[in-house]
């Protein structure tokens, strides 16, 4: 299989704090890989470097073998890398249908002008983002808070809406950060049922940042583990789970006693 | 298996402008009164719902800019300025102190909303480098730049204290400076020109309507919201700040174009920083972000002097018996106003219809 995204000895710094620190790792197109490690070990630097929100201090980023680091954000976003966001970053005086079809932008090709003529191209084009938005709000069965304001709607459902934005993007590769936070067992299994399908029937490639490792555990395929902005562990979390440095780094414990 | 209730069967029908059969019938009623009215208006009052409509168009303008896409701009009135230039150069009458073409509407009209859009494009890189308060500030520069050009720029605006005179109505060549028969009634200039301005109004309306329910006015929302999450979607900041910018100062401009031709002069101290707060003022007043909100502000920021002179003339009293002149007072009942509306009801004069309107909901026109 073919790497989709690649770091190279990339380092992040924000002052003295070292939030990447010389890391490196390909993610092959088609897997579903885990990144986790405990608070401010990096994990969210990692997907603000691949979606170009930051900029590496040294070493460089690779997406299907380009270098991006010089790229905006939306250009990006535009080759296929769709995200969500720690704490959820959804247009919140909108609602559920409005989010999904900002999510579809780049799949709607008309310009301003043309916007505000509203012609009959325009319309179907429109109608065409509409069926996008509904297939997608059918996948994620969220049909019934189509016309709910996100405000009025519990965190475990915003978390879902942000992930069906993130979808109507139509990405190659789709980078979730922690998208089963906060939830509980039902919610959470929910969610892990949603990006297992994700991965296998709409074949995207999945990034997941989590901060434990029990759903991780049970979904990756591959996992990397960072703590103080290192990668302590890259391979698949069978192993990950008998690592030395990955169960001090969680324990906080030797394990040679 | 759960069915799809709320599902529109027909999505055309979901995006249409006007979605409802409530909409379509009081916008129906709501312009057949206005033009029936036109009849038996007053001058006075012509001049009034002539301005109305045509500051509707300019604060429909900022609202794209400010109400849609979140960028404050405090340089607005600057813009329509430039487009009452562009039209009074090219449409105006020329002497030898001061320039004016006597060109034909059908290229004035187009020019200055073009004019002004081209500017606007210019300075939008402030708005991809500025948020907030820096590009506010940014703008108030630009005011004060182009209040100094216009009370400079002899050759164009007659200076300040002087002025000069505005576009001339020219049509396929045709002559309406002093009104025109249609049959054997005499529509005069200032029903000629309150009917260009209803049409303006009418397409400008439609205009800022297809931008709120295209991906365009969705993509201003989204950097409005939250710019990051906008990016990280695939929005182009720079593109969509530019064109917000743009189509902002091409509403501005184009009613510029003929808001001070009914009254057939302009002195360019007339676009000073008040005249572009007033624009803030009307759009939040009304309602920021919303159709409607920017028309009622402009109706009622404009109709306030004639409803004024209404009450004083009603209660028996003059301008000079009561302490304060009705310029003043209009300037003090918008100002409270503002104020209550920032305090009490952010969402203007648009959320009290709209509350009344969810009041009112069991009336027969519901739905
Ligand atoms: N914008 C920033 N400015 C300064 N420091 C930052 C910034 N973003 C991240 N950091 C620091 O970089 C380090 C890594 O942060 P990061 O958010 O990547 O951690 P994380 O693994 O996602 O943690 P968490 O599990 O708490 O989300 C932390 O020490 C954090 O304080
Ligand atoms: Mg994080």
Avoid at chain 1, 99 to 123: C, E, M, Q, T
């Amino acid at each position: 299989m073919s790497t989709i995204v690649s770091f190279k000895d990339v380092s992040l710094n924000f002052g003295g704090v070292k939030a990447l620190n010389n890391v490196s790792f390909d993610i092959k197109e088609g897997s579903l890989h885990a990144i986790i490690g405990p608070n401010g070990a990096g994990k969210t630097s990692i997907f603000n470097c691949i979606s170009g929100i930051y900029k590496p201090t040294s070493g460089h980023v690779e997406f299907k073998g380009e270098n991006i680091g010089s790229l905006r954000p939306d250009e990006i976003a535009n080759k296929g890398v769709a995200r969500t966001f720690q704490n959820i970053e959804l247009f919140e005086n909108m609602t559920v249908l409005d989010n999904i079809l900002i999510g579809a932008h780049r799949h709607i090709d008309y310009g301003s002008i043309s916007g505000i003529l509203f012609g009959p191209s325009v319309r179907e084009k429109e109608i065409e983002a509409r069926k996008i938005a509904e297939d997608i709000i059918d996948f994620l069965e969220i049909e019934e808070y189509r016309f709910s304001y996100i405000l009025s709607l519990p965190y475990g459902i915003q978390k879902r809406v942000e992930l069906a934005r993130a979808l109507a993007m139509k990405p190659e590769i789709i980078l979730l950060d922690e998208p089963a936070a906060g939830m509980n067992n039902e919610e959470t299994e929910d969610i892990a049922r949603f990006i297992l399908d994700i991965h296998e029937e709409l074949k995207i490639t999945t990034v997941l940042v989590d901060h434990d490792m029990n759903m991780v555990m049970d979904i990756a395929e591959d996992v990397i583990v960072m703590d103080f902005g290192q990668k302590l562990f890259d391979g698949i979390p069978k192993d990950a789970i008998h690592d030395k440095q990955v169960i001090e780094a969680y324990l906080g414990v030797s394990t040679d006693k | 298996m759960k069915g799809r209730p709320n599902l529109y069967t027909d999505y055309r029908k979901e995006i249409a402008i006007l979605n409802t059969t409530t909409q379509k019938f009081w916008a129906l009623i709501g312009l057949t009164l206005l033009i029936i009215s036109s009849f038996f208006f007053s001058q006075y009052w012509m001049y009034l719902i002539t301005t109305a409509l045509l500051t509707a168009v300019a604060a429909w303008g900022l609202n794209i800019v400010s109400g849609f896409a979140g960028q404050i701009s405090l340089a607005h009135g600057a813009f329509v300025g430039i487009g009452t230039y562009v039209s009074a150069v090219l449409g105006g009458v020329g002497s030898s102190y001061i320039r004016g073409y006597e060109l034909d509407m059908l290229i004035w009209l187009p020019l200055a909303g073009i004019v002004p859009a081209i500017i606007g494009l210019i300075i939008s890189p402030l708005a991809v480098r500025l948020k907030g308060l820096n590009l506010g500030l940014v703008t108030l520069g630009l005011v004060f730049i182009a209040s100094y050009i216009f009370s400079n720029w002899n050759s164009v605006t007659g200076g300040s204290g002087i002025g000069r005179k505005t576009a001339k109505l020219k049509i396929f060549g045709i002559d309406f400076n002093d009104g025109f028969y249609a049959g054997s009634y005499h529509i005069e200039k200032d029903q000629f020109i309150f009917f260009l301005s209803l049409i303006l109004f009418i397409f400008a309306g439609i205009g800022v309507k297809n931008l709120m329910r295209s991906k365009i006015g969705r993509a201003y929302a989204a950097i409005r919201d939250r710019d990051i999450a906008a990016e990280a979607i695939g929005i182009n900041l720079y593109r969509f700040k530019a064109s917000a910018f743009a189509l902002s100062s091409f509403y501005a401009g184009v009613a510029g174009s003929l808001i001070f031709v009914m009254s057939g002069g302009v002195d360019p101290t007339q676009f000073n920083l008040v005249y572009s707060v007033t624009f803030i003022a009307i759009v939040i007043v009304g309602g920021a972000g919303t159709v409607l909100g920017p028309l009622f502000g402009a109706a009622f920021f404009s109709l306030i002097p004639g409803v004024i002179k209404y009450f004083l003339h009603f209660f028996g009293t003059t301008a000079d018996q009561v302490p304060l002149h009705p310029t003043q007072i209009e300037r003090l009942v918008f100002g409270l106003l503002l104020i209550g509306f920032l305090i009490f009801e952010s969402r203007g004069l648009w959320g009290i219809w709209f509350r009344l309107r969810n009041y009112f909901k069991a009336w027969p026109f519901s739905y």
